[in-house]
């Protein structure tokens, strides 16, 4: 076991990032990624793409995204509490990463109507999500256990807009 995964976060650490009000704020920053929503919604052009056909219906995207925004929440607050993005930079850099990849996929696919770039970005974006998770790992396994389903959901939606992109490629990038 490494030194900084055998690192116990103390019951009477004084620390701010042990508090509430972190893990609310962290949870917050995460869920802030749902603001491309607001900026690039579904469309006419949208509706007017032949789907998938393992496509799930469009009620659904909300309450898992918002779901996966609260464990990335939460896998941010776990690492920063142990103060490992003092000690270790480059997750700091990968969570940033992921966060800037995430709200981009909006703006390719809804905002700019180009499945073609959006799908190039996606699999860019699973590959952070991987690093960032190996990286948190190091610090708290629980947070990189909390990854998880977001890795798994990316990767669909990756798939996703792979079949969005291949059924409409002859009237879209």
């Known amino acids: 076991m490494s030194e900084v995964q055998a690192t116990n976060v103390s019951e009477n650490d004084p620390s701010p ?3 509430g009000l972190w893990l609310a704020g962290c949870i917050l920053l995460s869920l802030a990624g749902a603001t491309a929503g607001l900026f690039w919604r579904v469309d006419s052009w949208y509706m007017g793409l032949v789907r ?6 469009n009620w659904l995207f909300g309450p898992v995204w918002t779901t996966l925004y609260v464990l990335i929440g939460v896998s941010l607050w776990r690492v920063l509490r142990r103060g490992a993005l003092r000690r270790d930079p480059a997750a700091g850099l990968l969570f940033g990463l ?4 995430n709200f ?5 696919f809804f905002g700019i109507h ?4 959006a799908l190039a ?9 991987l690093l960032l998770a190996r990286r948190f790992h ?5 947070a990189a256990w909390l990854l998880l389903p977001y890795g798994l959901w990316v990767s669909f939606a990756a798939l996703l807009n792979g079949g969005f992109w291949w059924l409409n490629r002859a009237t879209v990038g």
């Open 17 to 19: 990032a042990r508090s």
């Open 52 to 57: 998938p056909s393992f496509a799930p219906p």
């Open 98 to 101: 992921h966060w800037i990849l």
């Open 104 to 108: 981009l996929w909006s703006y390719l």
């Open 114 to 117: 180009r499945p073609d770039l």
């Open 121 to 129: 970005e996606i699999l860019a974006l699973d590959v952070v999500i």
């Open 138 to 142: 190091r610090h708290d396994r629980a």
